[in-house]
T-cell receptor, first 113, second 119 residues
Framework: QKEVEQDPGPLSVPEGAIVSLNCTYS??????FMWYRQYSRKGPELLMY????GNKEDGRFTAQVDKSSKYISLFIRDSQPSDSATYLC?????????????FGKGITLSVRP | GAVVSQHPSWVICKSGTSVKIECRSL??????MFWYRQFPKQSLMLMAT?????????EQGVEKDKFLINHASLTLSTLTVTSAHPEDSSFYIC???????????????FGPGTRLTVL
């Protein structure tokens, strides 16, 4: 079993839809949970991070962590064509400049106008 | 702020040659730099972690003699793929992080990646 599993894609939704992206993990040491967005042939950019369990909202994006179920989600409200990208979840057991990230496989989202 | 650049953005080389990829933090001093490899439709796989002035720490299964990492300064790390083979063709991405800051989370800032094709 891989440490981080991400729902397979690709995912195609109409503009304005609510998108739910999910990851599960097996390592109970993970404390920091991140969502990255990656456009084609570009490096990932951090969308949101969450420490431990709970919800965090930033504009149209909401990150949710359920440590008891080892399950994290990213919700995108009112999705836009500009949200079309690959979304990767990432996790780390601690923070600090040396903290290693374990990534999910990524899911490609396409938002149709 | 927090911009990381990579050079070159793409490179094509012949089998058996060596290729050097540079990673620079443009507006901050990076305590640590990371090198990742990403195959098509696959996740980022960490290859090694490097701290300025120290030897890199390689992940299990990554050949340190093949992937030479030098972290000469707080703003520059290089990855040299030695004796490249077609199976080394991949997207190589670096990231940089720094200690401290007001936030409790030390973000890794990613470069735009380098696409290596070995013929």
């Amino acid at each position: 079993q891989k440490e981080v599993e991400q729902d397979p894609g690709p995912l195609s939704v109409p503009e304005g839809a609510i998108v739910s992206l999910n990851c599960t993990y097996s390592n109970s040491a993970f404390q920091y949970f991140m969502w990255y967005r990656q456009y084609s042939r570009k490096g990932p950019e951090l969308l949101m991070y969450t420490y431990s369990s709970g919800n965090k909202e930033d504009g149209r994006f909401t990150a949710q962590v359920d440590k008891s179920s080892k399950y994290i989600s990213l919700f995108i409200r009112d999705s836009q064509p500009s949200d079309s990208a690959t979304y990767l979840c990432a996790m780390s057991p601690y923070t600090g400049a040396n903290s290693k990230l374990t990534f999910g496989k990524g899911i490609t989202l396409s938002v149709r106008p | 702020g927090a911009v990381v650049s990579q050079h070159p953005s793409w490179v094509i080389c012949k089998s058996g040659t060596s290729v050097k990829i540079e990673c620079r933090s443009l507006d901050f001093q990076a305590t640590t730099m990371f090198w990742y490899r990403q195959f098509p439709k696959q996740s980022l796989m960490l290859m090694a972690t490097s701290n300025e002035g120290s030897k890199a720490t390689y992940e299990q299964g990554v050949e340190k003699d093949k992937f030479l990492i030098n972290h000469a300064s707080l703003t520059l790390s290089t990855l040299t793929v030695t004796s490249a083979h077609p199976e080394d063709s991949s997207f190589y991405i670096c990231s940089a992080a720094y200690s401290g800051g007001l936030d409790s989370y030390n973000e890794q800032f990613f470069g735009p990646g380098t696409r290596l094709t070995v013929l």
